[in-house]
T-cell receptor, first 111, second 115 residues
Framework: SQKIEQNSEALNIQEGKTATLTCNYT??????LQWYRQDPGRGPVFLLL?????KEKRKERLKVTFDTTLKQSLFHITASQPADSATYLC??????????FGPGTRLSVLP | SAVISQKPSRDICQRGTSLTIQCQVD?????MFWYRQQPGQSLTLIAT?????????ESGFVIDKFPISRPNLTFSTLTVSNMSPEDSSIYLC????????????FGPGTRLTVL
């Protein structure tokens, strides 16, 4: 069965450092991999999408890589700020079918 | 983008009763999804609701327990039937907007507590 793992349940880093979150999957061949941010009491908010034929995607301080051989995506937040503290979810998508979310990583950026 | 609202935002219900959650979108969308998020857990897809056809349920979810309506392109309801404490969860609707890489826009969620 499909399985998605995110590197850790919680990650603490110092302000200004780069946060790196990992998403690994098995028994799945996604066409897209997406990253969402979820704040307490709110629905997830879309951040970035990367396609299976793309290696890297950037948006402001965010960078996502996608290695279909390793079945892994890395999500980086550079120059992290306390406002970046949230739960980050990866999600796999196969053209709108079999949309599956990972368990999430709770990031805390300490001032 | 799409703006999604849900009603109610939260409710406390008695065992054995049913609750209907409404999801309203500010634009016409083809795909709507219903998720469940149990405390401290990630999102689990319950069903996909496309207008004009019956909802498609994921493994472990059945229509008798979670009937869904999709009367038009801007509205959907999810009913949680014959509730038990195990149904206590946050229920979220989301929409997929065609042409934007399948990203999903989520509503704020409905926090359900079953006593």
């Amino acid at each position: 069965s499909q399985k998605i793992e995110q590197n850790s349940e919680a990650l603490n880093i110092q302000e200004g450092k780069t946060a790196t979150l990992t998403c690994n999957y098995t028994n799945y061949s996604p066409a897209y991999l997406q990253w969402y941010r979820q704040d307490p009491g709110r629905g997830p908010v879309f951040l970035l999408l990367i396609r299976e034929n793309e290696k890297e995607k950037r948006k402001e301080r965010l960078k996502v890589t996608f290695d279909t051989t390793l079945k892994q995506s890395l999500f980086h937040i550079t120059a992290s700020q306390p406002a970046d503290s949230a739960t980050y979810l990866c999600a796999l998508d196969n053209y709108g079918q079999n949309f599956v979310f990972g368990p999430g990583t709770r990031l805390s950026v300490l001032p | 983008s799409a703006v999604i609202s849900q009603k109610p935002s939260r409710d406390i219900c008695q065992r054995g009763t049913s609750l209907t959650i409404q999801c309203q979108v500010d634009s016409q969308v083809t795909m709507m999804f219903w998720y469940r998020q149990q405390p401290g857990q990630s999102l689990t897809l319950i069903a996909t609701a496309n207008q004009g056809s019956e909802a498609t349920y994921e493994s472990g979810f059945v229509i008798d327990k979670f009937p869904i309506s999709r009367p038009n392109l801007t509205f959907s309801t999810l009913t949680v039937s014959n509730m038990s404490p195990e149904d206590s969860s946050i229920y979220l609707c989301s929409v997929g907007v065609a042409g934007i890489y399948n990203e999903q826009f989520f509503g704020p969620g409905t926090r359900l507590t079953v006593l």
